[in-house]
């Protein structure tokens, strides 16, 4: 989506929103109060470890030194 597009879609959003009648949705309850507390706890959680997840894989890792006398057949400019 072009920058256009998006400035587009922020204007209209207010006028969808404004289309919706509260109280539309059929079969919807009301969230208690331990749930909505274990959805946002649970929510921090997968976060926490998505974060611990990336940081692992993008740190840098120690490569073994290169020996610069070894011969390498397939590779100009060694040996």
């Known amino acids: 989506m072009n920058p256009s597009g998006n400035i587009l879609f922020l204007l ?3 006028v969808a929103t404004a289309q919706i009648t ?5 079969g919807c309850g ?3 109060l331990p749930l909505l507390a274990g959805l946002v706890a649970i929510d921090a959680v997968v976060s926490f470890l998505i974060v611990i ?4 894989c993008a740190r840098p890792r120690s ?3 290169q020996e610069d ?3 390498y057949i397939n590779m100009p400019g060694r040996g």
Not at 53 to 56: K, L, N, S, T, Y
């Open 69 to 71: 006398n070894k011969v």
């Open 12 to 14: 209209l959003l207010p």
């Open 53 to 56: 997840v990336v940081f692992v």
């Open 22 to 26: 509260p109280g539309s949705c059929s």
């Open 30 to 32: 009301p969230l208690s």
């Open 63 to 65: 490569r073994p030194t």
